[in-house]
Structure formats: structure tokens, C-alpha cells
């Protein structure tokens, strides 16, 4: 009797542990704790998920179906996640980079690599300075532009690195 006491005892110990415990753990915001949301965009063609508790910022060019989203983080004044959309100019890949580059001069020197993301192939440009680092993606469509930048500061960029390639792995075109 008192053997299956003790068994009930431990099962039922064993139980309450699994419940309580897990709601002990630390909560910080690391990108698997991280909520995500869905924002689909049929102006600027393209879907893509998004920290839900960062401030969201739309920014279009109406009459053109141009513009950008950013959301930023919310106790971290210098961490932006951008999304722009724009028409596409060229048709082959190096003006279209050099253009981008261009209008963030502190990226000229950065790495290039190309890289196969589920929404095509893409140029990853990473770049970084004693105040800031800057993280890009660049996908060339047909008719469309379309570039993922992180900018944090180097010391934070730890803490959202695996929130980036889970959102440029969620990023998909509307339309080719």
C-alpha cells in the first residue's frame, strides 16, 4: 500500500513539474519566444511575417504602388526591420545592386554573396561599423525590387539574427 502511495506521490510530483516549471523560465526575447504576425501586402505585391510587437510604419508612394514597411523594435532605438517594394529599372542584376548601394553608401565596402531563398534567388549584403550593423537582402524580380534590411547596433544584432532569416525565409512575392 504504502509502495503505491509513493508512485502516485511521485507521478503526481512529476506532473506539477512539467506544469509549473516552464512558466519559470526566463522570458526573454529571443527569436524562437519572438510572436510573429503575417503582413500581406497587395500594394506593394508580397507577403512576409513580422514581429508582432514592434511598432509597424507603411510608407507608400500612392499612384505608383511603391513604398516600404518598417517596423521597429520597441525598446531598441536603433533596430530597424525594412521591407521596400519598387519597380524594377534594369533587368540584370549588377546595375540594380550598384543602384541599391548607392543609397546606403556605408554598404559599398560590405560582403556580397548570392543566395537561394524560398522567393528566388537573392544578393545578401552584410555590412558593419562601430555603430551600426546592417544586413540586407535583395531580390530581383521581373517587374519588382524588393529588399529586407536589419540595422541594429553590433551589439545587438546577436539577439536578432535568427528573427531575420526567419523572416527572409517567410518572404514570398504576390506576383512574377
Known amino acids: 500500500m504504502f509502495i503505491l502511495n509513493k508512485r502516485k506521490f511521485f ?4 506532473v506539477v513539474c512539467l506544469i509549473i516549471l516552464p512558466g519559470c523560465a526566463a522570458k526573454g526575447d529571443s527569436a524562437s519566444e519572438i510572436n510573429v504576425g503575417l503582413h500581406i501586402d497587395a500594394v ?7 514581429p508582432l510587437r514592434w511598432k509597424k510604419d507603411r510608407r507608400l508612394a500612392y499612384g505608383r504602388n511603391e513604398g516600404e514597411i518598417r517596423w521597429s523594435h520597441p525598446e531598441q532605438a536603433g533596430t530597424l526591420l525594412q521591407v521596400t517594394s519598387h519597380f524594377r529599372e534594369h533587368q540584370t542584376d549588377e546595375p540594380e545592386l550598384d543602384l541599391v548601394l548607392k543609397e546606403r553608401p556605408n554598404l559599398n565596402d560590405a560582403m556580397r554573396e548570392q543566395v537561394e531563398l524560398p522567393a528566388g534567388q537573392a544578393w545578401h549584403v552584410s555590412s558593419q561599423t ?3 550593423k546592417v544586413e540586407l537582402y535583395l531580390l530581383l524580380k521581373p517587374n519588382r525590387v524588393y529588399s529586407l534590411v536589419l540595422k541594429t547596433a553590433p551589439e545587438n544584432f546577436a539577439d536578432h539574427d535568427i528573427l531575420l532569416a526567419k523572416i527572409v525565409h517567410s518572404f514570398q512575392v504576390l506576383t512574377q
Open 11 to 14: 507521478i503526481y510530483l512529476l
Open 130 to 132: 562601430a555603430q551600426q
Open 44 to 50: 506593394l505585391e508580397f507577403v512576409v511575417e513580422y
